[in-house]
């Protein structure tokens, strides 16, 4: 059975659509390496750009959460520890 019109079109929408999301994907996996080659941390850039993307009530919370933990991790003599392993 053919499928009709509608749903052809509606096919070639979505191949489309699919092919533009693996270039981005290609894209992606480029500026990463990019990244990598020029000493960069990915996963601290990964994360920015996750932030980029969140809207401002959603990242206010998650900077609300990471100072209670930072508060906790001083409270715990874990943030000594941090910094000491950083030297």
Request: hydrophobic share 35%; glycine share 2%; aromatic share 4%.
């Amino acid at each position: 059975m053919r499928p009709n019109s509608q749903e052809a079109e509606y096919a070639r929408k979505i191949a489309n659509e699919l092919s533009l999301i693996e270039m981005y994907q290609d894209n992606i996996k480029d500026l990463k390496a990019s990244a990598k080659d020029a000493g960069l941390n990915v996963r601290t850039i990964s994360e920015a750009a996750k932030e980029l993307r969140m809207d401002s009530d959603k990242r206010a919370k998650r900077y609300e959460d990471e100072d209670q933990l930072d508060l906790l991790r001083d409270t715990l003599g874990l943030k000594n520890q941090m910094l000491q392993a950083a030297e």
